[in-house]
């Protein structure tokens, strides 16, 4: 696609603007469309990047409404950004060139659970701890699990192809989409797929709208895959004596064929950062968690424990099967954002992911990187996964250039293992810069081609990853 198609819309005519906020005005009715002075929340989310204010925010409260939006946006060339909990860490849901926030979080509602069909079909505005809190009253299971789960949407959740600790076992947002209403960025109804667990019927277009970041279409309607709630879950906290430890420990464990739901692994600078908040047993300095969802979980316990009472890299171990004592062995990684904040002014938080095997091979990468830099950091994430939270750290200004220098080296790095710059966050515009090092140039073809397909004036989120080449340099 050349750079004249990926242009934003040619908005930013102050006049067509305004009348494109008339023509909105008239057919929402002035309580859906906001401008003014409360612009100012929709040009942040839970990234750092500075965004310009939008012109406008439509509260959709049904399709039709996204529809309308879509098409008055389109008939005046004006940018429109969908938006849900707003807690993206990539800034994939800022109005980087002004429009239309679309919000969808009063699009809500969760419209069935069927225990017969093992689905859920949700409005895309529904907070996805609210979904796991009436599955589970079922006795029914939603895995993805990102740990903004309070405050995050799962029209987002779709839209980011959101992860979390469980998607070691079950897989991410996308593992679990069976089918989504969309409007696309061109005004279309669109119904893809259904409630049926499987299908081989044509192109999956539901699996390409999953990570999307709101660059094709507006989810209206979202039928997700559900299970039976697991009868018992066991979580066990691991305190080993150093990071290459932990490494070895976390290997040793899969390697006797056990199966965690999630095995999240602390570094040794990420502990340090609560130790004092928090009870650390004396020497633990790495800590690894591992959770078991099944029936019996007490004979994985012992067998576990046999396993670790044996490797001299494992300092003290808890297990918990009762709720509260196990949220209770979450208390560490749970502190960990807070407590981050607390010792540095700045902070970058990547989410980068290697295959399972390179995991300790990318924390040799991230130590070489932060001492070649002089760059404080400290990682911490989805050890299972390969799919870690590298941070850098930093509290004046004039070491920025050096974090930027160890930024582009880390995702040098995981490239050169065969990994991704998003396990689970996305691209947005945060890593727009480093595209084109990881999709060739006949794959973002491909993929401008199907933007193009779905949005045809390129209203939809324009200036992110599928906005084009410009931004993107090669490594
Ligand atoms: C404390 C914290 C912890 C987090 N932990 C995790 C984690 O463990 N795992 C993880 O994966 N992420 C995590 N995240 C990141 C974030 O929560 C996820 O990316 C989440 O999926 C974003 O959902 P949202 O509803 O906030 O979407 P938003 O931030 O509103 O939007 C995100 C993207 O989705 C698009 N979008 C929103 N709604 C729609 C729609 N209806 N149709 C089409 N596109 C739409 C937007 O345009 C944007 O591109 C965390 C964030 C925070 C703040």
Not at 149 to 161: D, E, I, R
Not at 219 to 239: C, D
Not at 337 to 364: C, F, M, N, Q, Y
Request: proline share 6%; net charge negative.
């Amino acid at each position: 696609m050349t750079d004249a198609q990926q242009a934003p819309p040619a908005t930013s005519a102050p006049s067509a603007t305004r009348a494109a906020l008339r023509a909105l005005t008239a057919a929402l009715g002035p309580s859906k469309v906001a401008t003014g002075d409360a612009m100012l929340p929709w040009s942040r989310d839970d990234s750092p990047y500075p965004s310009p204010l939008p012109d406008a925010v439509v509260h959709a409260a049904s399709e039709d409404d996204v529809q309308t939006t879509i098409r008055i946006a389109n008939e005046y060339n004006i940018p429109v950004v969908p938006r849900a909990g707003g807690t993206g860490r990539t800034g994939a849901a800022l109005p980087l060139h002004g429009g239309i926030i679309l919000a969808t979080d009063s699009l809500s509602g969760i419209e069935e659970i069927s225990k017969e069909d093992l689905t859920a079909v949700v409005r895309p505005g529904v907070v996805l701890g609210d979904l796991h809190a009436a599955c589970t009253e079922m006795g029914l299971f939603y895995p993805p699990d990102p740990s903004s789960l309070g405050t995050c949407m799962l029209g987002g959740n779709v839209a980011t192809n959101a992860g979390g600790p469980r998607a070691f076992l079950y897989g991410s947002t996308r593992s679990w989409l069976l089918g989504v209403d969309v409007i696309t960025g061109g005004g279309e109804r669109l119904v893809l797929g259904g409630k049926t667990r499987k299908r081989s019927s044509g192109y999956e277009l539901s699996q390409l709208f999953a990570g999307s970041e709101g660059t094709l279409g507006v989810a209206t309607r979202i039928t997700l895959k559900l299970l039976p709630k697991p009868p018992e879950t066991l979580t066990v906290a691991i305190w080993c004596r150093s990071d290459p430890g932990a490494a070895a420990v976390a290997a040793t464990i899969l390697a006797a064929r056990f199966s965690p739901a999630c095995l999240e692994f602390l570094d040794e600078r990420t502990v340090d950062v609560v130790r004092g908040e928090l009870v650390v047993p004396e020497g633990g300095r790495a800590l690894l968690i591992a959770e078991f969802d099944g029936e019996g979980v007490e004979v994985i316990a012992e067998r576990l424990g046999n396993l670790l009472s044996g490797l001299p890299d494992v300092c003290v171990v808890h297990a918990a099967v009762d709720p509260s004592r196990r949220e209770a062995l979450w208390g560490v990684r749970r502190a960990l954002s807070l407590a981050t904040r607390r010792v540095t002014r700045h902070k970058i938080s990547e989410d980068v992911v290697v295959p399972r095997g390179s995991a300790g091979a990318l924390l040799d990468d991230v130590a070489r990187i932060g001492e070649l830099h002089r760059v404080r950091h400290l990682t911490y994430g989805h050890a299972g996964d390969g799919n870690l939270h590298v941070n850098f750290l930093w509290n004046d200004e004039d070491e920025k250039p050096r974090v930027d220098a160890a930024l582009d080296a880390l995702f040098r790095a995981t490239l050169a293992r065969g990994g991704s710059l998003s396990g689970e966050h996305g691209i947005g515009i945060a890593k727009v810069p480093w595209f084109a090092a990881e999709h060739s140039a006949t794959s973002r073809a491909l993929q401008a081609a199907h933007k193009a397909a779905w949005d045809p004036k390129g209203i939809l989120n324009p200036g992110k990853w599928a906005g084009g080449d410009r931004n993107h340099r090669e490594c």
